[in-house]
């Protein structure tokens, strides 16, 4: 088991950043979608010299983002928006729990 252990400690850590062709398949997104996104600059992107990487915490959301988009028939910009603003009605619940709890 230490041998498992020590091997281990020498593999790279596991990236949340993926591919193109990843992040395409894990949202299932058409490519001119992305595209659109990307122009927007709603995504959190790494660039590289050879390529442009996504981060995995982006899947979740851009799934979201698709699926309002085609349950509403919204635009990329509308339903980039109606997520942010989903995303901030999340956190201001959070904050609420948090400062209830202190009282």
């Known amino acids: ?47 590289t010299r050879e390529s442009v990487l996504f981060s995995g915490r982006d899947v979740y959301r851009t799934r979201k983002l698709a699926r309002l988009c085609e349950d509403f028939e919204l635009p990329a910009l509308g339903g980039s928006i109606v997520v942010d603003l989903l995303e901030r009605i999340d956190e ?9 709890h202190f009282s």
């Open 1 to 47: 088991m230490s041998d498992i252990i020590c091997r281990e400690k020498h593999l790279p850590a596991a990236s949340e950043l993926l591919s193109r062709s990843e992040f395409l398949e894990l949202t299932g997104l058409a490519e001119s979608l992305l595209q659109e996104l990307e122009q927007l600059d709603w995504l959190s992107l790494v660039r």
């Open 92 to 100: 201001l619940e959070r904050e609420v729990a948090r400062l209830r």
